[in-house]
């Protein structure tokens, strides 16, 4: 009786079907997303450690820098030790009593000079207190400025014997001309 009163085209439709290949496609697609995604997770986990490896080895480059640098300010200050201040020392116009405290004030910077290499070399051969590379590369860089300052001391203390030098000889000639009044 009800097929009666429903409409032919109603009778006739019956149970929905499911196409079973559209199912299997959708299940391998979801298979193949979740594998992408792993590899994915994969590359992202490898490039992060590729990158704190490039900052460990920037870190490295930093401090090979720094020490180098420090190198060389203390190669200048050995070569100003040698030369700037054996020509001071020398003069005729430096008195004896300065001779003692050019001599402590130039001995003072290279001992401060020797130091720092002593410091340095006791950061780089041990943990240095469990210390991480950027800490490190942190302290060099610190010691560096410290050594470019010395380096500036040694040149100014330099210059201004060397302008009392200047001076006195001046003073001396002035002192000791002949008159012809």
């Known amino acids: 009786m009800i097929s009666h009163l429903l409409p032919a085209r109603a009778a006739c439709q ?6 079973n290949t559209n199912f299997i496609s959708l299940v ?5 997303s ?16 590729q990158q704190e490896n490039i900052e460990k080895v920037n870190d490295v480059v930093r401090q090979l820098n720094a020490v180098r640098e420090i190198g060389r300010n203390n190669q200048r200050l050995i070569q100003m030790m040698q030369n700037d201040l054996r ?44 210390m991480s590379d950027a800490d490190r590369a942190k ?7 410290e050594s470019m300052e010395m380096v500036s001391n040694i040149k100014v203390k330099t210059k201004r014997y060397k ?17 012809d009044f």
Do not use: C, H, W
């Open 14 to 19: 019956g149970m929905p079907t499911y196409d």
């Open 28 to 32: 391998k697609q979801l298979i193949e």
């Open 34 to 49: 979740g594998k992408q995604t792993a590899n994915i997770i994969k590359t992202v986990q490898f490039l992060k450690t």
């Open 87 to 130: 020509d001071i020392l020398d003069s005729p116009y430096i008195k004896p009593g300065e001779v003692t405290r050019v001599s402590e004030s130039f001995t003072a910077i290279v001992e401060n000079s020797i130091e720092t290499m002593d410091f340095i070399d006791e950061i780089l051969s041990s943990d240095y207190l469990k």
């Open 139 to 145: 302290i060099l860089k610190q010691k560096e400025l």
């Open 163 to 179: 302008d009392i030098i200047s001076f006195r000889k001046m003073q001396d000639k002035i002192n000791n001309r002949e008159t």
